[in-house]
């Protein structure tokens, strides 16, 4: 009988073994297989985040030892300079803008494609998600040529009599920003359906039924059911709606260049022209990382809000 025991603890013993050294080479090989993007994260992501916060504490051309110290000085001429402030006043009206077209038009598509259009949603899906992953750089180039003065836009709009002679769309501030805020809405539209369409198809289909035999027409069962429903992942798909149209470089460099006027400039705009592009002179890398610093606190602070507000509407559920 002990002898038994004694063999019984002895597989045992083998069997937690190799159990043991299984689960290390796993997770060996995860290792193996994370380290490269580990690294390349570090790399290109953590240590130019650290590297920002050192620059602006430096008055530094971007070229040679940091010698120049000058403390919060880049902070102060960030926070005096009006150029600045126009160009995060420009950045914040992109973002609500675009959020404000994007998220109940997504969300009113991929209703369509989850009840109505089912047949058809993946060539939908194909259609609308083609934008997202065309360059934007190219988007705004192709832009520029359909919206500017006698472009596309002016020739179907003289054909339908709408107007009598081209019209400078970007070359108004206007019209410029509305451009810039329409295409960019039209660029990230398909992600932020298939987000949508993503939330809609967890919904629980006995209390959609349920509203249905209590007599709900579609805007009640919107209003009453889906949206408090899908309301964290409403306020994920903000998030990274608020979060990607807050930078927006390419899209504006290639379309409309922060003019007219520097009524479309934006605050990645503005860092670009002071680090690699300064109208005289030397780059002023300091003064351009001090700026991205200051906007960076801003979205910090924006994200946290709206993290705040998630974790609120998921304790309510």
């Known amino acids: 009988m002990a002898e038994t025991v004694k063999k019984t603890n002895r597989v045992s013993h083998l069997q937690k073994n190799s159990v043991s050294r299984l689960h290390r ?3 060996l090989w995860a290792l193996v297989f994370i380290l490269p993007q580990l690294i390349f994260f570090i790399v290109f992501t953590i240590y130019p985040i650290i590297m920002s916060y ?7 051309p971007g070229i040679g030892a940091l010698d120049d110290f000058v403390g919060i000085d880049n902070f102060i001429r960030v926070i005096q300079d009006p150029s600045f402030w126009n160009a995060f006043k420009n950045t914040f009206i992109y973002m609500l803008g675009v959020t404000v077209l994007l998220l109940p038009t997504s969300l009113f598509v991929a209703m369509l494609l989850n009840n109505v259009l089912k047949r058809s949603a993946v060539f939908y899906r194909t259609i609308f998600f083609l934008p997202v992953v065309t360059t934007t750089a190219i988007i705004g180039i192709v832009m520029r040529k359909v919206f500017g003065s006698g472009g596309i836009f002016d020739e179907i709009l003289m054909t339908l009599n709408v107007i009598d002679a081209p019209y400078p769309w970007l070359g108004s501030p206007v019209t410029a920003m509305i451009i810039v805020i329409v295409v960019g809405a039209w660029k990230f539209f398909g992600m932020m359906m ?5 939330g809609l198809q967890t919904l629980p289909k006995d209390v959609l039924e349920a509203a249905s035999i209590d007599g709900c027409n579609t ?3 919107l209003r009453n059911v889906i949206i408090p429903i899908l309301m964290p992942v409403a306020l994920v798909i903000l998030l990274l709606c608020v979060t990607s149209s807050l930078h927006v470089f390419d899209l504006v460099l290639t379309l409309t260049g922060g003019g007219p006027y520097f009524s479309t400039d934006v605050v990645d705009l503005y860092i670009y022209r002071y680090a690699f592009n300064p109208e005289a002179g030397l780059p002023s890398m300091g003064y351009a990382s001090a700026a991205g610093v200051v906007f960076g606190v801003a979205v910090f602070a924006i994200v946290l809000a709206i993290g ?3 974790r609120r509407a998921k304790a309510r559920i």
């Open 308 to 310: 705040w507000l998630t």
């Open 219 to 221: 805007w009640q069962k």
């Open 194 to 198: 298939v987000y949508w369409l993503a």
């Open 54 to 60: 050192i620059y602006s504490l430096y008055d530094w």
């Open 25 to 27: 080479k796993r997770q």
